[in-house]
């Protein structure tokens, strides 16, 4: 028994057994690059996972890094989280930003939230080492809500989406984007970033130090088909 992997364009597929899809899928703006272990996971993906390529540019992106790193190169990188699901990171709490950057968070908060009040005051920056890597989790419902994004900064990565060990999604998360999770993949699916070197579709993905800038939806607003509010 083995998988066979194979890139696909398009939406053609393959009825074979034990075959692994690599597709690219329209999502927003631009194509999404990944591989699943199966249909369910695929469609799970389609419906829960929204990637847009080059969302900043260069000069974006390195004005955030300036602002950032203000405070995150006075720190030293932690070995471990406090919960366990991150290995040589650093971090920082913001809510305030300078007026060039407060337009990218504006449009970014717009981006996800489609304009309504729902966004945490407070945007989280993650600092990931190049020998850094982010073990598989699920973000707590009761500290945020329905979307969970990241804006990748510095560096590409890969990213395993997954629900067990015969469904899940790896997807490549190139730099400059902002991708959004919700619905199945954002409740039922872990999401992890791969250590140094993983590969997708083929292809070996060198992560460098990355920083995600996340915007998440308050604890209070959660899709009711998945968190009973009552």
């Known amino acids: 028994m083995y998988s066979s992997w194979r890139c696909i364009h398009g939406h053609g ?7 692994k899809f690599c597709l690219r899928l329209h999502s927003s703006s631009t194509n999404l ?12 993906l389609q419906q829960g996972f929204d990637l847009v390529t080059n969302f900043i540019t260069k000069q974006e992106e390195n004005d955030i890094i300036d602002e950032v790193n ?17 290995v040589s990171y650093r971090e920082m709490e913001k809510v305030d930003w300078n007026c060039v950057n ?17 966004c945490l ?15 598989p989790h699920i973000d707590s ?11 990748s900064l510095l560096s590409d990565a890969v990213m395993r989406l997954k629900l067990d060990e015969n469904n899940y ?13 919700s619905n199945e ?7 992890e970033i791969l250590p140094n070197i993983a590969s997708v579709c083929g292809k070996d993905i060198k992560r460098t130090r990355r920083i995600t800038v996340m915007k998440r939806s308050n604890e209070s607003c959660h899709n009711p088909i998945f968190v009973d509010q009552s």
């Open 33 to 44: 690059i990944y591989t699943s272990s199966s249909e369910l996971a695929e469609l799970h």
């Open 70 to 86: 203000h405070k995150l190169m006075r720190r030293k990188y932690n070995a471990g989280h406090w919960d366990g699901a991150i």
């Open 121 to 135: 005051s407070a945007t989280h920056v993650l600092d990931l080492h190049e020998d850094g890597y982010i073990k």
């Open 185 to 191: 993949i954002r409740y039922k699916y872990t999401h």
């Open 141 to 151: 419902i009761k500290f945020c809500g329905a979307f969970v994004s990241g804006l």
């Open 169 to 181: 999604s790896d997807v490549f998360i190139p730099r400059f984007s902002v991708y959004t999770m």
């Open 13 to 19: 597929r393959s009825r074979l057994n034990f075959f």
């Open 102 to 118: 407060s337009v990218v968070m504006s449009k970014f908060e717009k981006h996800v939230f489609k304009g309504e009040d729902s």
